[in-house]
């Protein structure tokens, strides 16, 4: 466990795995830097804090997509990856300065129940 | 979406740089192709879908709105984050997940990639989120890829 429910983060890790205790791996990272703020992994050898990484240049490749298409008042709220067996979900906090990254396994955890889990979350880190 | 034109045709792209596929290049332009015709048949309204190779970020073929210069800039962020995906996979344990789809659903717009088989290209599908929804839009995919043998 690497968070501390005294913070927004670790409130919000705290809460996401209440609502989804079967989960593999939730982290909150901060968007510029790609460092994770709170992280939990319920999955031996599963480091959410680096897949975060990976996943911060994720979203910065499809903001730059969106800035070539000049889509003006559009933004990404979430980002669902599908794998083989598990889903990843990324979501923005409303400022854009943060994001969600949690990972289930799909045959457990459905899509749209995680994506609202992690919306509802990312109110709370704005 | 800005940056439009006239609807572009087919466009499959011949000439090709250095990086080779391990399957030969052909086949997998003719599996491109044949998805976009499919796409195009079940979602007439899209906005813009292309076939692009993982490796380089180059257009296998497109079909759109998009101004050819522009719908090759979209084409490398997506196959960027395509490959840093595919580099988080390489680290994740077991190894044996292989991406699938990646979709992101903005206000007005729907943006979804899925992958084909092999994982050396795949297939980008803008459309607008009145239209259709972001579960059919995806569903479509799957499926039209899954008809294409892809």
Same mark, same amino acid.
């Given at each position: 466990?690497?968070?501390?429910?005294?913070?927004?983060?670790?409130?919000?890790?705290?809460?996401?795995?209440?609502?989804?205790?079967?989960?593999?791996?939730?982290?909150?990272?901060?968007?510029?830097?790609?460092?994770?703020?709170?992280?939990?992994?319920?999955?031996?050898?599963?480091?959410?804090?680096?897949?975060?990484?990976?996943?911060?240049e994720?979203?910065?490749?499809?903001?730059?997509?969106?800035?070539?298409?000049?889509?003006?008042?559009?933004?990404?709220?979430?980002?669902?990856?599908?794998?083989t067996?598990?889903?990843?979900?990324i979501?923005?906090?409303?400022?854009?300065?943060?994001?969600?990254?949690?990972?289930?396994?799909?045959?457990?955890?459905n899509l749209?129940?995680?994506?609202?889990?992690?919306?509802?979350?990312?109110?709370?880190?704005? | 979406?800005?940056?439009?034109?006239?609807?572009?045709?087919l466009?499959?792209?011949?000439?090709?740089?250095?990086?080779?596929?391990?399957?030969?290049?052909? +086949? *997998?332009?003719?599996q /491109?192709?044949?998805?976009?015709?499919f796409?195009?048949?079940? #979602?007439?309204? @899209? !906005? &813009?879908? +292309? *076939?692009?190779?993982? /490796?380089?970020?180059?257009?296998?073929?497109?079909?759109?709105? #998009?101004?050819? @210069? !522009? &719908?090759?800039?979209?084409?490398?962020h997506?196959?960027?984050?395509?490959?840093?995906?595919?580099?988080? #996979?390489r680290?994740?344990?077991?190894g044996?997940?292989q991406?699938?789809?990646?979709?992101?659903?903005?206000r007005?717009?729907?943006? #979804?990639?899925?992958?084909?088989?092999?994982?050396?290209?795949?297939?980008?599908?803008?459309?607008?989120?009145?239209?259709?929804?972001?579960?059919?839009?995806?569903?479509?995919?799957?499926?039209?890829?899954?008809?294409?043998?892809?």
């Amino acid at each position: 466990m690497a968070y501390s429910t005294s913070s927004p983060a670790g409130q919000c890790v705290q809460n996401i795995i209440n609502a989804l205790p079967g989960l593999m791996a939730v982290a909150v990272v901060d968007a510029t830097s790609g460092m994770a703020l709170a992280s939990h992994t319920n999955t031996p050898g599963l480091n959410p804090e680096t897949a975060a990484a990976y996943n911060t240049e994720v979203v910065k490749q499809k903001q730059k997509a969106m800035a070539a298409l000049k889509l003006t008042g559009e933004r990404i709220d979430d980002i669902l990856i599908s794998l083989t067996n598990q889903s990843h979900i990324i979501n923005l906090s409303d400022d854009g300065k943060k994001f969600i990254y949690l990972v289930v396994n799909s045959r457990e955890t459905n899509l749209a129940i995680a994506r609202d889990v992690c919306r509802q979350e990312a109110e709370i880190l704005s | 979406m800005s940056g439009t034109e006239a609807d572009q045709p087919l466009s499959p792209k011949k000439s090709r740089a250095a990086k080779a596929p391990a399957r030969p290049r052909e +086949a *997998a332009d003719s599996q /491109a192709e044949k998805v976009l015709t499919f796409v195009r048949n079940e #979602l007439p309204e @899209l !906005l &813009a879908v +292309a *076939a692009v190779e993982v /490796a380089s970020g180059q257009c296998l073929a497109s079909y759109g709105r #998009l101004r050819p @210069l !522009l &719908a090759a800039t979209v084409a490398e962020h997506h196959a960027a984050a395509v490959r840093q995906q595919q580099q988080a #996979l390489r680290v994740w344990p077991g190894g044996a997940e292989q991406l699938t789809d990646l979709l992101m659903p903005l206000r007005r717009h729907l943006h #979804l990639l899925r992958v084909a088989r092999h994982a050396e290209w795949f297939v980008y599908l803008a459309v607008k989120a009145d239209d259709v929804s972001l579960a059919l839009a995806r569903e479509v995919l799957r499926t039209v890829m899954k008809q294409a043998g892809c």
